[in-house]
T-cell receptor, first 113, second 110 residues
Framework: DSGVTQTPKHLITATGQRVTLRCSPR?????VYWYQQSLDQGLQFLIQYYNGEERAKGNILERFSAQQFPDLHSELNLSSLELGDSALYFC????????????FGQGTRLTVV | GQQLNQSPQSMFIQEGEDVSMNCTSS?????WLWYKQDPGEGPVLLIA?????ELTSNGRLTAQFGITRKDSFLNISASIPSDVGIYFCAGTGANSKLTFGKGITLSVRP
């Protein structure tokens, strides 16, 4: 158990809908990362937050947004969902901003039908 | 931007054999991490490297941070069936993004 908790574990929704994925980082970790993993793309970095503020942005679509709350948990919002958004979404956390180990949750498997 | 290259995409070895995986980058990285992912699970951190030249072991796994800071390798010795999975290298460079390679799928024949 990495100490990073993601909910829900599975999510099935229809195209055009909006979903929210939740992540609780390890105790004491201030940095949260979101990744998308699809079969053909590997682990794609979406966005990083540190202590409530956005620190780095990757290949995140405009339909997606994220935030980190004062209690350090984070949410990833996916809207106007398309079939191609079906993927595993992982959250990872680390103590600092960079140059440190990141620990992953078990992921949320999103299926858009 | 930062990119990490891992090849080949798949490796097939016999149980008991050693295997070595390489990860390269066109830019300098300050941290190198190696992860293993089992089907349906999140990546699990195997080894973290923080200094150029650093050689670190974790059981049958050994990894090194290349002197140029543009590469790293992971060795698995005396492979066993449970070593099967996808091995990712990852690193952080000048920015704070944790970048991943595309991974190598390792198969171990009993």
């Amino acid at each position: 158990d990495s100490g990073v908790t993601q909910t829900p574990k599975h999510l099935i929704t229809a195209t055009g809908q909006r979903v929210t994925l939740r992540c609780s980082p390890r105790s004491g970790d201030l940095s949260v990362y979101w990744y998308q993993q699809s079969l053909d793309q590997g682990l794609q970095f979406l966005i990083q937050y540190y202590n409530g503020e956005e620190r780095a942005k990757g290949n995140i679509l405009e339909r997606f947004s994220a935030q980190q709350f004062p209690d350090l948990h984070s949410e990833l919002n996916l809207s106007s969902l398309e079939l191609g958004d079906s993927a595993l979404y992982f959250c990872a956390s680390s103590v600092e901003i960079k140059n440190t180990e990141a620990f992953f949750g078990q992921g949320t498997r999103l299926t858009v039908v | 931007g930062q990119q990490l290259n891992q090849s080949p995409q798949s490796m097939f070895i016999q149980e008991g054999e050693d295997v070595s995986m390489n990860c390269t980058s066109s830019s300098i990285f300050n941290t190198w991490l190696w992860y293993k992912q089992d089907p349906g699970e999140g990546p699990v951190l195997l080894i973290a490297l923080y200094k150029a030249g650093e050689l670190t072991s974790n059981g049958r796994l050994t990894a090194q941070f290349g002197i140029t800071r543009k590469d790293s390798f992971l060795n698995i010795s005396a492979s066993i069936p449970s070593d099967v999975g996808i091995y990712f290298c990852a690193g952080t460079g000048a920015n704070s993004k944790l970048t991943f390679g595309k991974g190598i799928t390792l198969s171990v024949r009993p």
